[in-house]
Every structure is written in C-alpha cells, then in structure tokens.
C-alpha cells in the first residue's frame, strides 16, 4: 500500500443545497463529455462506416447510380447523414446496456436526483455525438465536392432536424438497453430492425426503380420522409408538409417511448 | 415535558428513529420468494450484518433498504422515512455500496468523485476540493488522474466506498464489501468501516465471510432462504448453538471418514469436516462425553494431531443453524 487509508483526514462538509433537476442532467451531460475525451476510439467507429458508406457508393457505384459520382453524391450526403444518426444511436443503447449491468445506475438511483436525469444526460451525450459525426461527414463531403444549395441556414436547418430525428430514435435503444442485459444482444436486435428500414429507403437510390410491394413500404418508410425532408432542407425547395412528415416517426417514439423509459426503469 | 414526547412530535420522531425498523418485507421474483417476510431493527451508529449464503437474499432486501426496488409486501423506514412513501428522503439519508463496483471504468478515480459530488449539489470548486479530499482520506491521490479501468480491485474497492462518503450518510450499506479482495485489502476495507463506525455512521453490510461478520459486527442476522433464520451477538449465537464444541485433527486423513463416523455414533449429533486438513468439529455437550468419544478415537487407532474443547466458531453456528457449511474462504479467514 503506497499511502495507507486515513479516514481520520476526511473533513466534514456541509451538505449543500439540492440541486435542480436541470443541473443534475447537465452534470450527467458532462460525464458525456468526459467520455469523449477518454475514450475518443468510440467516435471513430461512429464516423467510419458513414465515411466508407460515402466513398463506397460516391466513387464505386454513383456513375452507375446516377450518371456521375459528383451528381451522385449530390444526392447521397443528405441521406448518409440520415443513416449516420439511426446507426448512432444504436451505440447509445450499448452504452446504456453496459452501464446498467455494472450497478453504475444502481448508485445513481440511490442518489437524491431527478430520476431522469441520467437518460437526460445520455441524450445530452447522444446529440453532442450526432452533431459531431455528422459535421465530420458534411466535412468530408464538401472536400468531395458536395454543395448544399440551401447554403449555410439550410444546413443548418437539416442539423436541427438531425438531433429532432436521433432524439426520437435514441428512446428505442435506451427502452432496449433497460430491457436487455447483454449490450452485444442490444446491437444485434438494434441494427435487426435498422438495416431494413434504412436500406429500404430513398437514402441510396431513387425507389422509381423498384418492384411496386417494395416501393409501397419504400414510400411510407419514415426513414425515406426524414431524407425526403433533409434533401429538401440542404437542396432548397423543403415544404412544410416534408418536414411535418419527417418529425411523425421521432414526436411518436418519445411520446410513447419516453414514459415506457421511466416505468421500466423506476420499477427495475 | 411530555409535550416534546416523540410520539406528539413527528419531526423528534424521524430524529430519534432507529436507523433502520423493518417489518415482514417480502419480494418475489416469478415464484421466487427472495425476501420472505424479514424484520430488521438496526439501531444508531451500529456495524449490523446479515450473514448468508450465495441467493439466500441479502442483496434483495438491502435493495429495498435502499429503495432500489420496491417490496412486493411489508414495510420498513430508514432513518425515520417510509422507503415506499418517501423515498426521497431515504436517498438523501443513505449512501450504498453495490456489490460490483458501481464507478464508471472510463473515467478517472477524481471524475467520478465529482460527477458524484455535483449531483450532491456540490458547485464548481467544491466538488473538486471534496474529491481531493476523499482521494486523500482513501488513499488514492496518486491514482487520482487514473482511469479507474486501471485500477487493482483493492483501489476500486476504496474509491467505490469514498463514492458513498460524499455526504456523511445516516445509512450506509455495504453490498459484500471485501467479496473479491485479497486478504490485505480486505483488513483494509475492515479498518475503513470500523473507522466510519466510530465517526457515528450506522452501517448495514451484507457478508457470505462468517469471520468478517464476526470480527465487524455488533449485531448479526443470519438469513438463509429469504428468512431470518437467527439474529443476535456473535456471542450470543455462538452460545446458543452451543457451548461445548470438541475439535480434533486427524494424523491420517485416510481414516478421516471412520474418525467421524465414531464421533458422530458416540455424541449424537452431525460432524462438521473442515474444507482443508483433517479436521473435524462436532458439538460434545458435557466433557464427559468427549472424553469417552475421544478414548473410542484412540482404541481404535485413529492418530489424533490436535484436539481441543472450546466456543464453536461462526462456522459452526452456520452450519447448525442452516445446515450447509459457510464458505470456503472464511474457513481459512477463521483460520487467521
């Protein structure tokens, strides 16, 4: 033992006033932060596979896709950014999972906090991660040679509408990541559901092409609406009615989700 | 004078109110029956422990002392608050030390301290002074800019403990503080808890180790199968299982089983063998009757090492009250 216990150093403190449940959340929004930090590898798995997404289609299949891989990334980015934030939010749900298996939030629940707190801060931690990922892949997007026509205020328009969308996703994998023990399990159940509704999108190509049962399920699939409305936004030209459709899925996963959370997890 | 007789006054009350009075507490899972039916009374400023073996439902109930899961039936306060009416304020009384680390790995020993500090309510500066302060205390201030990833079980141990000192609780528990730990943290997390105790924190800790039970305690409930199955001093267990324990230790372990067959066909009562070594222990009564079991021994050529007449240790107590041995490691603890 290099320096041996000695409780007898310990001062006494006060007990300071109790804090306000935003404060509580903003903490566990640091402890986001702080993750960031020691554990920077998680942000290069996030940005990764959008990156090699991008290159892989822009490069390889856009001049078949869409007559020219500048053409075709014009079209893409939108959409990779879409896939970016879904996929992301599966990583949150592992987290989640893991935490949880530990006892971690057995302290935490046995503080004197707002209850939830701790998902108010994962979600804080969760947009932090989708704007930095999505900024890295417009980043390399522009380098590509992608323009959004919307300019600057489109852009930023299509980024609010990205943290609306990851907020609603983000409740699937929190519910899944209270519901599941093993975080391996939450990924493969997450990306289970994902893969189908991302890849039978409008994210990759323009469905005219395809068989009218898949088009059917293409047309409604609320990943299509919210790259419907993110092309719209980036591009120029969004209707009101784009962006409403788009906000359907993410409004409805946390009014549903969002009190399932605090049932599951006060009475765990 | 009776106008400040706690009972008028419900405020006197929750301030005079034991640490922890629970009644009948049960809780299920599917047909389990974790927790079935427990009374616990821990007053002020005491070490109690509940003693029992893996699944017998110690975690469960410090759980609900805790307020982490809710009793399908019974009540308890903690510090004169409901912990289904209030749990609130049992949480601002209280500080608990689950049985797995509950710190975050990727962050180091000084961050989690803050984080924990600020959600105390702690500002800024003095949530950074206190976990210095606590770092220091437990001996960690080297280790404070460490991912706790990095840490010995021991050190994980001491920071998980500092996590629960923050606020100087009213309640602390201990989910099997030392489970895990080699046998120097372990007389280190002992010294930790005695130390809390003497600055007047009430601590409840769970424990499958007979001799830490023994050596911490003031107060022991032995809990097996989600009942109480005793409580009281370790003294006072030991005496009621029985004062006259005769011990022998075989000089050939191959002649182990006839040795036990003797003791138990001359004193009439079950033989408890040691994990390691040729060690028997069974209850003799009067030391007529050992003497006589002990001479049976000898006629019939059974070597004897070492033999002795004394208390039956914790072990013993345990093993006639549940009728399975302790763990494997407390016997060597015991040993000590």
């Known amino acids: 033992m290099s320096d041996a216990t000695s409780l007898g150093r310990l001062p006494k403190v006060a007990r300071p006033a109790s804090p306000s449940a935003l404060s509580n959340a903003l903490v566990f929004g640091w402890r986001a932060v702080l993750k960031f930090k020691h554990v920077p590898e998680q942000l290069f798995d996030l940005v990764m596979t959008p990156i090699m997404f991008t290159l892989l289609f822009t490069f390889v299949f856009g001049g078949a896709l869409a007559g020219s891989p500048a053409e075709y990334l014009q079209f893409f980015l939108p959409g990779i950014l879409v896939q970016t934030v879904v996929f992301n939010a599966v990583y949150s749900g592992m987290g989640l999972s893991t935490d949880l298996g530990k006892g971690l939030f057995d302290r935490f629940r046995s503080l004197p906090i707002w209850s939830l707190s701790p998902f108010a801060g994962l979600m804080v931690g969760d947009i932090l991660r989708h704007l930095i990922a999505a900024s890295i892949i417009l980043t390399i997007g522009l380098i590509l040679g992608y323009r959004p026509e ?95 459709l788009a906000l359907i899925a993410p409004v409805a996963l946390t009014a549903i989700l969002a009190p399932t959370t605090l049932w599951l997890y006060l009475r765990r | ?140 201030s080297e280790a404070a800019t460490r991912q706790v990833k990095d840490y010995s079980g021991g050190m994980r141990r001491r920071l998980d403990i500092a996590a629960s000192l923050i606020i100087t609780p009213g309640v602390l528990f201990l989910d099997e503080p030392t489970t895990g730990l080699d046998p120097n943290a372990r007389k280190d997390v002992w010294g930790m808890i005695r130390g809390l105790a003497d600055s007047g924190v009430t601590i409840l800790l769970t424990t499958q180790y007979l001799e830490e039970a023994d050596q911490l305690a003031a107060r022991i409930a032995v809990i097996d199968h989600g009942r109480k199955i005793a409580e009281g001093t370790s003294r006072e267990l030991k005496a009621a299982t029985g004062s006259g324990f005769l011990h022998v230790a075989i000089a050939d372990p191959a002649r182990l089983d006839e040795a036990a067959g003797i003791l138990e066909r001359r004193l009439q009562h079950p033989v408890q063998r040691s994990t390691e070594g040729a060690q028997l222990s069974v209850m003799a009564g009067a030391a007529k009757a050992a003497n006589e079991a002990l001479a049976e021994l000898v006629a019939s050529g059974i070597d004897l090492s070492d033999f002795s007449m004394g208390q039956p240790s914790l072990d013993e107590v345990f093993f006639a009250l549940t009728g399975q041995p302790g763990s494997a490691d407390s016997h060597e603890d015991a040993r000590i």
């Open chain 2, 1 to 140: 004078m009776n106008d400040f007789s706690p009972a008028r006054n419900p405020i006197a009350l929750a301030e005079i109110a034991p640490a922890i009075s629970a009644r009948g507490l049960v809780k299920t899972f599917g047909e389990v029956r974790a927790v079935d039916g427990i009374d616990l009374d821990v007053p002020r400023g005491m070490i109690f422990a509940i003693l029992g073996p893996n699944g017998a439902g110690k975690t469960t109930l410090m759980r609900m002392l805790a307020t982490l899961s809710r009793p399908d039936a019974g009540s308890a306060t903690v510090m004169g608050h409901d912990i289904v009416q209030a749990p609130h304020e049992v949480r601002a009384a209280i500080a608990m030390t689950g049985q797995f680390a509950s710190l975050d790995e990727d962050l180091t020993g000084r961050e989690n301290l803050v984080l924990l500090a600020r959600l105390w309510g702690f500002r800024g500066r003095a949530a950074k002074s206190r976990a210095n302060d606590l770092l220091a205390a437990f001996g960690l």
């Open chain 1, 150 to 244: 919307a300019g600057f205020f489109g852009v930023l328009a299509a980024f609010a509408l990205l943290i609306a969308i990851g907020f609603g996703v983000g409740w699937i994998f929190i519910v899944l990541g209270l519901l599941i023990r093993t975080p391996m399990t939450v990924m493969t159940i997450g990306f289970t559901f994902i893969f189908p509704l991302v890849f039978a999108s409008n994210i990759m190509v323009d469905p005219a092409t395809m068989p009218d049962w898949l088009r059917a399920f293409v047309d409604v699939n609320p990943v299509s609406l919210m790259t419907t409305a993110l092309r719209g936004l980036m591009g120029g030209g969004a209707t009101l009615g784009q962006v409403a």
